[in-house]
């Protein structure tokens, strides 16, 4: 779960940065609407899995059900 949640983390934070370099204006974090994808052929329990390590990283999910 550590592993997943830290490669989420990452992710979310090298987004932010390259924004915070890239784009003049200021954009928060709040302004932006995250959505992590998962394969359609995994189980629930791998679906349970990823939607808690981005609740760990206090990353807002949309789940398709």
């Keep these: 779960m550590d592993i997943f949640s ?6 979310k934070d090298s987004m932010l940065n390259e924004i915070d370099k ?9 302004d932006i609407d995250f959505v992590l ?4 052929i995994w189980g629930d329990a ?3 899995f990823m939607r808690e ?5 206090s990353l807002w999910i949309s789940v398709d059900k």
Excluded: F, G
């Design 6 to 11: 830290i490669s989420i983390k990452h992710l």
């Design 37 to 40: 994808t998962v394969p359609a």
């Design 53 to 57: 390590a981005a609740i760990q990283v």
């Design 22 to 30: 890239r784009v003049a204006s200021t954009i928060l974090e709040t």
């Design 46 to 48: 791998a679906k349970m």
